[in-house]
């Protein structure tokens, strides 16, 4: 059951319906999330500031879902999984590699790194030992890149904390939380 109820183009005050209207005109739909973030016009405005800087990160699409991905997946939120998953498709991710976004597999490759280290940042709370930190360094992993990757886990976390506090209704494709192993 829905905590906090989404609120409609209809009820939100101009400057909202119009930051809605904007979302619906550049993807196409206005998400739950993004209409439940409305009835605070700080909270939807802040999450679309951030998601716009991050998207001149120097990560690809392909790497900013796969923190995402394992950010949603730590945190256990089945509307980012979901939302995430379809847009990780999007951005090239085939099924096996959204699969090793969540579940954070270590390897050598500069994809795993970044969801090893996503999952140890969220799962740390930020406290990732520095022997660890240069593992991933290792694995291809800069400095600029360890601090993109915290960015984007501070804009998922808020909109995984925020789904799972307010129950969104999922309006993608629903993907089942549990991993098989």
Known sequence: MTYINSLSIEQADPTTAA??????AQIGMI???FSTLAKSPTALNSLLGLNQTIGTSALSASEREIIALATSQANSCQYC???HSLLGKNAGLNAEQLINARSAKAGNDRASAIASFTKALVEQRGHVAPEVLDQFKANGLS?????????NVVATTFTNYTNNVARTVIDFPVVALELNS
Do not use: F, H, M
């Open 19 to 24: 930051t809605l209207n904007a979302v619906k």
């Open 81 to 83: 999984v979901s939302a």
């Open 31 to 33: 998400p739950n999330l």
């Open 143 to 151: 400095e600029a890149d360890l601090l993109e990757i915290i960015a």
